[in-house]
């Protein structure tokens, strides 16, 4: 199991820019393909971004392609999710997910407590 917490989130005007970060502890997190998901009131959990153990493939939702970017550093033991051109569409409680494999949204392994991305017009 992988242990993940993250930060970052917070309030953004539409059109700002936001960085997310997801850490993680526990069992060797680089043998983890890792990504983002996101939930807005009412609505069901949805992809976001996968990354690949090594980072060398990446992952996105249409929705965000273009303005997210993942990334990851496994000598911190730490994921990021740039987001810019952010929309009120954007908000949301956002997770870290780590899953086996690296595809468009993976089944998950392990999941964080989320962090609150709200985004004002």
């Known amino acids: 199991q992988v242990q993940l917490v993250e930060s970052g989130g917070g309030l953004v005007q539409a059109g700002g820019s936001l960085r997310l970060s997801c850490l993680a502890s526990g069992r060797t997190f680089s043998d983890y393909a890792t990504g983002w998901f996101r939930q807005a009131p009412g609505k069901e959990r949805e992809f976001v971004a996968t990354i690949g153990w090594r980072g060398g493939s990446t992952y996105y939702a249409d929705s965000v392609k273009g303005r997210f970017t993942i990334s990851r550093d496994n000598a911190k033991n730490t994921v990021y999710l740039q987001m810019n051109s952010l929309k009120p569409e954007d908000t949301a409680v956002y997770y870290c997910?780590?899953?086996?494999?690296?595809?468009?949204?993976?089944?998950?392994?392990?999941w964080g407590q989320g962090t609150q991305v709200t985004v004002s017009s």
């Open positions: 997910a780590a899953s086996r494999i690296a595809t468009v949204n993976p089944p998950v392994h392990s």
